[in-house]
Nanobody
Framework: QVQLVESGGGLVQAGDSLRLSCAAS????????MGWFRQAPRKEREFVGV???????YYSASVKGRFTVSRDNDRNTVYLQMNSLKPEDTAIYYC?????????????????WGQGTQVTVSS
């Protein structure tokens, strides 16, 4: 498994930007896909975006065009750049690591999870 620690969450206003970071340690970071999920109050955890080892990205419809996932293999870190934030983006954001091929988008495809970081967007 890989150990993951998210950071960068906070309270922002609608329209602001925020960048989340996820630092990884453990197994080889560069060989797997890294995903971001979020869980809003009283809702199921949902997929946000993913970046594969060969830098293929995929996003949920609700964030596409506003959020960008990137990775720095030298720093063992994956990022989630969030622009034009909306109150409905308020959630706990989790990063996760997958050893599966392709472009994993389901929770079951990920074997390591961070503890989450809170993002709150006020209107």
């Amino acid at each position: 498994q890989v150990q993951l620690v998210e950071s960068g969450g906070g309270l922002v206003q609608a329209g602001d930007s925020l960048r989340l970071s996820c630092a990884a340690s453990g197994r080889t970071f560069s060989s797997g896909a890294m995903g971001w999920f979020r869980q809003a109050p009283r809702k199921e955890r949902e997929f946000v975006g993913v970046i594969t080892w060969d830098i293929i990205t995929y996003y949920s419809a609700s964030v596409k065009g506003r959020f960008t996932v990137s990775r720095d293999n030298d720093r063992n870190t994956v990022y989630l750049q969030m622009n034009s934030l909306k109150p409905e983006d308020t959630a706990i954001y989790y990063c996760a690591a997958s050893r599966q091929g392709g472009v994993p988008r389901r929770e079951i495809e990920y074997d390591s999870w961070g503890q989450g970081t809170q993002v709150t967007v006020s209107s």
